[in-house]
């Protein structure tokens, strides 16, 4: 089974060379149903940024509420057992 790292990776390269294409051999199309002037690539290229985006998020908050606020000692010396358990609570 893969683990998310494998996930995550081989969608993003899944997904840049079908942009790099669009871009470079078609001569950057666009959509003419669309109101904005947006190509192909740049959707592509958007989406994919927007998922990076989203992932970071994810880890970010693992890291600071997850493993700082509810598992360090440290936290449970300068707040109190009683705030984390509250923090622990709400996520």
């Known amino acids: ?3 998310a790292i494998y ?5 993003v390269t899944c997904l840049l060379p079908p942009a790099a294409f669009s871009y470079y051999r078609l001569g950057n199309p666009s959509f003419e149903f669309l109101p904005t002037d947006a190509s192909i690539s740049w959707l592509i290229l958007f989406s994919v940024r927007s998922y990076m985006t989203l992932t970071l998020a994810y880890i970010t ?12 000692p440290l936290s449970v010396k300068v707040v109190s057992s009683q705030c984390n358990l509250i923090v622990d609570h709400c996520v």
């Open 1 to 3: 089974m893969f683990s």
């Open 7 to 11: 996930v995550h990776l081989i969608l």
């Open 61 to 72: 908050e693992y890291f600071f509420v997850d493993i700082l606020a509810t598992r360090s």
